[in-house]
């Protein structure tokens, strides 16, 4: 089952496996739907959409790692919800 958590302009897609749990997968920009990938230079430490242009700037390198972590935990955290159930597709 696919999931999604939308912040700041970005949305975060993973997925809820029965054999492994949360799987984080890709980041992309919520308003024209590219995939970001984080920016690392000694000038600039941002999440940027290279399609709009939309960026999410950080004051170090340290602050993007702390914020995608809370994002991804936030979707982890609903993939094991009690009020999600997950279903093996049994095909015979």
Not at 30 to 48: E, F, K, N, T, W
Not at 49 to 66: I, P, Q, R, S
Request: aromatic fraction near 8%; hydrophobic fraction near 35%.
């Amino acid at each position: 089952m696919e999931i999604s958590r939308d912040a700041d302009g970005l949305r975060f897609m993973g997925e809820c496996v029965p054999e492994k749990g949360f799987v984080a997968g890709d980041i992309q920009c919520a308003g024209c739907g590219r995939r970001i990938d984080p920016r690392v230079d000694s000038r600039d430490i941002s999440l940027a959409c290279a399609g709009c242009g939309f960026k999410k700037t950080f004051w170090a390198e340290a602050d993007m790692h702390v914020y995608l972590a809370e994002n991804w935990n936030c979707l982890r955290q609903a993939c094991t919800h009690p009020s999600v159930t997950l279903h093996q597709s049994t095909l015979s």
